[in-house]
């Protein structure tokens, strides 16, 4: 038996189960904050019952969600309609595989990372839209075509802005992105222009408030959802709150540094110091801009359907593409 | 697909290795299906967790308590395929503006300049929609 095989498979092992596993956490957390934050934003108590101070008020909720009962409804598609949760699932799990979380902590390093991550979320789309024609309801049928619209409209400002980035770096590399940002200092101070447009396209490609148009209630019930109960609808409820984390943490990656601290030294720490500084600094990063995320939602009203699509093609559209003229022009004119 | 360690060249070019390297497409399949597992297991676990009654009720679809009027799966807006099909335009040429990003310090000016003038005759297209009003909701 080959003996670098066997390593490879238990490298292979260990990284899908550490990611599959951190989904779980993740979710529950994030919906946590999410509770806590919106509720003394709100000068409420927010959740104090289940555990110290409430702190086990989501977990709580996902093992009910875990007991409902499950139903399908009659006239719709059964096959699709069990589908559908996991493809928005998967859609959201697998672009974990590029992320880095500190160095050298990376499931997989593609050449392509960039591409792959943006390809991957990309699918959920089909996954909402899917959620919406199986359940024979009127709303969900709505609600996932205008899902589809939205999230594949500002899919171009998103990916376009990024390329500013890899102007910078020369790379599809997270980590040889991460990298550059050590000897050149993080993006967002080159692209002053392209964070902004990449924030505002991410916030509605995840479909987070003020883009949540979604799950519009007064409109269009819970959008796609509308039919879905038990397990099947905690699949789209933790994709959406995995997906939030991974936004957050590609826009740090892309942006902030990734795993970098905001200061130059020290360069980079060896061995095992090295890799939980890196996590310690990456999670700071993330979580922070997972609370700037709730922070909008109780302070933004949502925006209105008919203004949603000119903002991504009339607005963010033109202006992503003039950053990347500018960052193209700036990179071989002052040769950075 | 995965190789990792490619070396830089004068221009600033990763040059990936040369050999083949499966590893990333392992990864990416491997954990597909270690995904699909985890949430068909999950599904199934809930499946014999939670308790089951149907009624008639629970089976027909929640439109605020009024019957369905019309058949669901029928027509609807055209403004969808509109955004659908400006989004395959540009979500193809954004393929090529990534490979055009990676190599920009090698081709520097005059690829600028054909890419500008790609990105022109493409937003022509973005500005014909414009003008013919099929960006407006409607």
Redo the contacts between chains.
């Keep these: 038996m080959d003996f670098s095989l066997l390593l490879?498979l238990g490298r292979?092992v260990l990284?899908?189960?550490l990611?599959?596993l951190l989904t779980i956490p993740t979710a529950f957390v994030v919906i946590q904050l999410e509770l806590k934050v919106i509720a003394l934003m709100q000068l409420r108590l927010g959740p104090n019952r289940v555990g110290p101070r409430g702190l086990f008020q989501s977990t709580i909720h996902g093992f009910k969600?875990?007991?409902?009962?499950?139903?399908?409804?009659?006239?719709a598609d059964r096959a699709t309609f069990?589908l559908a949760?996991?493809m928005v699932?998967?859609a959201a799990?697998?672009s974990m595989?590029v992320i880095p979380f500190a160095p050298g902590f990376v499931?997989?390093?593609?050449?392509?990372g960039?591409?792959?991550f943006f390809a991957i979320l990309g699918l959920s789309v089909v996954g909402l839209l899917v959620a919406g024609?199986s359940?024979?309801?009127?709303?969900s049928?709505?609600g996932g075509?205008r899902s589809?619209?939205q999230m594949?409209?500002y899919?171009?400002p998103l990916?376009?802005s990024v390329?500013g980035v890899?102007?910078l770096t020369?790379?599809?590399?997270f980590s040889?992105i991460i990298a550059h940002q050590l000897s050149h200092g993080w993006n967002v101070w080159w692209q002053l222009l392209g964070f902004p447009i990449f924030f505002i396209a991410a916030t509605a490609e995840i479909n987070r408030a003020p883009f949540d148009l979604v799950e519009a209630d007064s409109e269009i019930?819970a959008g796609p959802f509308?039919?879905y109960s038990?397990?099947?609808f905690?699949?789209f409820f933790f994709a959406e709150y995995v997906a939030l984390f991974i936004m957050s943490a590609i826009l740090v990656t892309l942006f902030f540094g990734g795993y970098l601290a905001p200061w130059p030294f020290p360069a980079q720490l060896g061995g095992f110091i090295g890799i939980l500084y890196g996590l310690l600094w990456f999670f700071a990063k993330t979580y922070f801009f997972i609370f700037v995320a709730i922070w909008m939602r109780t302070t933004l009203p949502r925006i209105r359907?008919?203004?949603?699509?000119?903002v991504a093609?009339?607005v963010l559209?033109?202006l992503s593409?003039i950053n990347?003229?500018l960052t193209?022009?700036a990179?071989?004119a002052f040769k950075l | 697909?995965?190789?990792?360690g490619?070396t830089r060249s004068e221009h600033?070019?990763?040059l990936?290795e040369l050999e083949m390297d499966q590893?990333?497409l392992?990864?990416?399949i491997?954990?597909?299906a270690?995904?699909?597992i985890?949430?068909?297991g999950?599904?199934v676990?809930?499946?014999l967790?939670?308790?089951?009654?149907?009624t008639l009720q629970?089976?027909?679809?929640?439109?605020?308590g009024i019957d369905?009027i019309g058949d669901?799966?029928s027509r609807?807006?055209l403004?969808?395929y509109l955004?659908?099909l400006?989004?395959v335009a540009?979500?193809v040429e954004?393929?090529f503006?990534?490979l055009w990003?990676?190599v920009?310090?090698a081709i520097?000016?005059p690829g600028?300049v054909i890419?500008?003038i790609f990105?022109v005759v493409l937003?022509f297209g973005?500005f014909y929609?414009?003008r013919k009003g099929d960006?407006?909701?409607?």
């Excluded at chain 1, 020369?170 to 590399?173: A, F, I, P, V």
């Excluded at chain 2, 629970?58 to 605020?64: C, D, F, H, N, R």
């Design positions: 490879g292979f990284a899908t189960t990611l599959l969600v875990l007991a409902k009962e499950d139903t399908v409804p009659d006239q069990t949760p996991w699932y998967m799990a697998m595989l499931a997989a390093d593609f050449n392509i960039v591409v792959y024609w359940s024979y309801n009127k709303y049928l709505l075509l589809a619209a594949v409209s899919e171009i990916t376009l390329v890899v102007i020369g790379s599809l590399n040889q019930v509308t039919e038990g397990m099947r905690g699949f359907v008919d203004q949603l699509m000119g093609w009339k559209l033109p593409l990347l003229f193209a022009i990179v071989v | 697909m995965a190789a990792r490619g600033g070019i990763v990936a590893t990333g392992i990864y990416v491997g954990f597909g270690a995904t699909t985890f949430v068909f999950t599904i676990a809930a499946w967790l939670s308790h089951r009654r149907r629970k089976g027909l679809p929640y439109e605020s369905t669901t799966w609807f807006g403004a969808f955004f659908a400006l989004f540009f979500d954004i393929i503006v990534y990003a990676v920009i310090r520097s000016v600028i890419m500008g990105l937003m973005e929609a414009w960006l407006r909701w409607h």
